[in-house]
């Protein structure tokens, strides 16, 4: 299992895993960047509203009949997460769902009414949310009642797209207009394209690799 620690700042760090993955660090360090704009946000929006947000344990819909796109690197973070994190009772349950899952509208990654690679969510998941009330079955807040949407800043976003673009090679110089261009949803996927039997794979191959790295 993949050691996480927690340094001073809350960014959860793998050191071994990030040492041998340079974009690992750059994807995490995104996510740690982009989640702490999100929480200052949320509160200064729930504050506003009165009210906090509808979304809660359980509460799945989002993951329902949706076209996310990830980036390539989002993707790779999810792969690493179930391969070199994920263990026990759960890692052999996402497992068997992949295996099982076929052209249905849910996500591949949900179990149970809950996200199995949480952590690594991709980013256009962690900016969904909604106040008042949950949403309804295939229900898309932004068209029925856009009030109850939360828009997040446009930080946010940029703090990902930051951290992302220069995995593709790009010059730091270029990466502004690349950014404004949507240069990284471009390169995105939506996860229902993903090739599941691909992570299957990597998650039978990984296995022994782990044993013997932890042994």
């Not at 974009?23 to 702490?36: F, G, P, Q």
């Not at 295996?99 to 149970?112: D, R």
């Not at 593709?168 to 949507?182: C, H, I, P, Q, R």
Request: net charge positive.
């Amino acid at each position: 299992m993949s050691m996480a620690v927690e340094n001073m700042a809350g960014r959860v760090r793998y050191p071994g895993d990030e040492a041998r993955h340079p974009w690992l660090a750059r994807l995490l360090d995104a996510y740690h960047a982009a989640d702490a704009v999100l929480r200052g946000a949320l509160e200064r929006e729930t504050a506003r509203r009165g009210g906090g947000l509808a979304c809660g344990p359980g509460c799945c819909n989002c993951c329902m009949d949706q076209q996310l796109p990830v980036s390539e690197f989002e993707v790779q973070g999810i792969w690493w997460y179930v391969s070199e994190v994920l263990e026990g009772g759960l890692r052999a349950e996402l497992l068997r769902r992949l295996l099982g899952h076929g052209p249905v509208g849910e996500c591949a990654f949900l179990l149970a009414g809950r996200c199995a690679v949480y952590p690594v969510r991709p980013f256009v998941c962690r900016q969904y949310h909604v106040f008042r009330r949950p949403c309804g079955p295939g229900e898309n807040v932004y068209e029925t009642r856009s009030r109850d949407a939360f828009r997040p800043a446009v930080d946010s976003p940029r703090d990902l797209i930051w951290q992302i673009i220069p995995l593709y090679g790009v010059a730091e110089e270029n990466v502004d207009w690349l950014a404004e261009s949507g240069y990284v949803s471009r390169k995105g996927k939506h996860p229902h394209t993903l090739a599941l039997d691909t992570i299957v794979m990597h998650l039978k191959t990984a296995a022994p690799r782990r044993k013997a790295r932890h042994a």
